[in-house]
């Protein structure tokens, strides 16, 4: 099982980043996928999450009206899409699976975890 993220990078706040996680070595239409991210010193923390069709899809609080999950079965890919990014944004985000209609947010919800990609958010 691999969960390979890319699209991180440095952006200015204010700016916008698209996240991908293309899967391989298991039936990715049958997993829900998440998005976890985690700064220097803090806890892991959930994202976002997606159903395995698609057709629910959850931000967290603070990324609400900034965020947007989506997937393509077809391409064994989830995205994450964020806008207006800020500072506290900063931090290592990863990509999750779990065999479920959709994962919940914690953590220990999900399967299988990819190695993550940084975002740091500059001022």
């Known amino acids: 099982v691999q969960l390979q993220a890319s699209g991180g990078g440095l952006v200015q706040a204010g700016g916008s980043l698209r996240l991908s996680c293309a899967a391989s070595?298991?039936?990715?239409?049958?997993?829900?996928m998440g998005w976890f991210r985690q700064a220097p010193g803090q806890e892991r923390e959930f994202v976002a999450r997606?159903?395995?069709?698609?057709?629910?899809?959850d931000c967290t609080d603070s990324l609400k009206g900034r965020c947007t999950i989506s997937r393509v079965n077809a391409k064994n890919t989830v995205y994450l899409q964020m806008n207006n990014l800020k500072r506290e944004d900063t931090a290592v985000y990863y990509c999750?699976?779990?065999?479920?209609?959709?994962?919940?947010?914690?953590?220990?919800?999900?399967?299988?975890w990819g190695q993550g990609t940084q975002v740091t958010v500059s001022s």
């Open positions: 999750t699976a779990v065999n479920s209609v959709i994962g919940g947010n914690r953590w220990n919800a999900y399967d299988y």
């Open positions: 070595g298991f039936i990715f239409s049958r997993y829900a």
């Open positions: 997606i159903s395995r069709t698609g057709t629910i899809t």
